[in-house]
């Protein structure tokens, strides 16, 4: 046997030692990897040649962790499929048997292993681990891209760049420090130079760093995004803050270094975004509006796409499966309207009002487009009208919101453009219940047919034998409803009742007719596309689970023992749940308080125990 003088290729190892040991040096660096003879290398190239990668046998400390399939799939993909020629000669099927058996159906696809590799990651082993990590190497090192990009989990989005070095050692003479530093800084480019002061020296420690580390180094290579004076200028409104306190804010952060515009900037860019079509407003003496309702939408979802932030969203079908966009919209003015088909290309418009406010309580309608990342977020809705308002009856809603359903209408018939093409308008009602009820002209949840989306029956009695029999009782929860409430009901209502109905007026309809609704209904929304407001929904669930058991100990100890359950559960939501309740929502929690009380629901059972009857403790902690 010969010295050992020859490096194997990282295709060679399985044919030279076991799974384990070559999935290490694998992984090693060149300089570091075992060497062999002349004679063990020429038997192993042989040997690949002529057969298929053999399977490792897994080591010990593997145990069932890792799937024992990396070792094959890598050799596989790097040199089974693709045989280097000998003797540089091209390879042919006749002449080579063992390819030609390597590539038979019975070897593993090398896609289909890969994608089962990547979907069982987590369970592989460390030396599967590093023989990964060996073929992505080889990957990168053959290929050579310009950049990679990771999108992580919390939404940040990452981009390296590779950047040309020579192999590194630890100490080196003062010419190789200086093209050290030279590559660093023609990396990071001037995102040291130009950023803010308050980050400039993090930046020089982070650069410090990576021109004295071996192998990889992360350093920033551009300098730190800085907002348009548009931009800025929308960040002032949105936050409301004063010029003065904006030139405050400036100087504080030295001035023209800073980033931010001055204020004779700030003053031209806020006349021009004023003057944008979507952003016209005009005021009266019930308050103030916005120009147009076209203009705002079109303008909000211009922006989404700019930015990239539209998101396209779906219909369900029957089967509950989202309906694909297969079909464009093509308006028909001359019809009366009808909603398209759940196939048409389309985008979502949520519309609702919600009142209140310390001091003087405001009535705010507002809209609002599910088709972005975040549709929840407040600052990507939009405020057609705020006005002072004291009370949300029918008749005033129709002088708050009334002039609205002509652009709404008018939307809902031509349709919005976007991106350059014509799409329908899929209209969604939201709100709390006592809006969505005075919108519909409903008598509320306490009438005799208390929901907007069905005609159940809300109380059992003589007077509701007939519509009992006709729609079904709310209290068979575990029946589905016997009849939804449909767009030609409200049209219906709109007509009957008539332009001139007010609150004062008694319903020209028999109960079985009008169905609960009292007043002309403001539109004829879809019941289906109704939604509840998520924080109202939170807010009063919340409020009535806890009411329940304090009802439940009164139905069996009367006054006393309500008295004591409720005591048991405000000391249990200040001690142990750990919420208050706030000032306004009726003196109720806030959302964020909500969600921590469902959270820790059981803590509110456990100070029930022995004071509420155990059935109804029981059906308390599963509600």
Known sequence: MGAATYVPSPAAMPW????????????????????????????????????????????????AVGLNLLSAVA?????????????????????????????????????????????????????????????????????????????????VNRRYEPVPTRKRKRAVQARQTRRRVSAVARAAGGAVDAAAPATRRANLDIRRAAQRQEGVSVVPTGRLQRLSPREQALFMTKHQLSQTKWSELRKALSGKDSGLASREVIRSAMRTAAAEPGRQVWTDARGAHLVSLRDAVECTLDELVQSEQFRERYARGPDGRPVPHTSTYLPTPELPYEQHADNVADIHLCLGLDKGGRGTSTAKLVATTPNQVHPMSRSHSILLSTMPCSSDTNT????????????????????????????????????????????????????????????????????????????????????????????????????????DCNDDLLIPLTPLKHLSIEYPPLFDVEPCQIVVAPLHLTLGVTAILLRLGVEAAALCGGLPAARRAAAAIGAALLKDVRVRPVPYHGGGFAGRECHRIAVRGSMVCDALEGLIPAPQLAALRTA
């Open 16 to 63: 030279l030692w076991s799974g384990a040991d070559a999935a290490n040096e694998a992984a090693a660096k060149p300089n570091e990897r075992r060497k062999v003879c002349a004679a063990c290398r020429s038997k192993a190239d042989r040997s690949r040649w002529a057969s298929t990668p053999p399977l490792p046998a897994p080591s010990p400390d593997e145990g």
């Open 75 to 155: 050799a596989f993909v790097q040199d089974s499929s693709i045989a280097p020629p000998r003797d540089g000669a091209p390879a042919a099927a006749d002449d080579e048997p063992g390819q030609a058996a390597a590539l038979e159906p019975s070897s593993p696809s090398p896609t289909v292993a890969l994608e089962t590799l990547l979907a069982r990651y987590d369970t592989l082993s460390k030396s599967e681990v590093a023989l990964s990590a060996a073929l992505m190497a080889k990957h990168l090192r053959a290929v050579r891209p310009t950049h990679i990009s990771i999108s992580f989990g919390n939404g």
């Open 396 to 499: 005033d809603l129709h002088e708050m919101i009334g002039p609205w359903m002509g652009d709404v209408q008018a939307l809902l018939e031509s349709g919005v453009t976007v991106n350059g093409s014509l799409r329908a308008v899929r209209l969604f009602l939201t709100g709390d219940l006592q809006f969505l009820s005075c919108f519909l002209g409903h008598k509320g949840a306490s009438c005799r047919l208390p929901c907007v989306w069905c005609l159940v029956v809300g109380r059992r009695g003589d007077a509701n034998v007939e519509a009992l029999a006709a729609f079904g009782d709310i209290q068979d929860a575990w029946q589905k409803p016997k009849r939804l409430r449909t767009r030609k009901q409200l049209q219906d209502a709109i007509e009957a009742l008539g332009e």
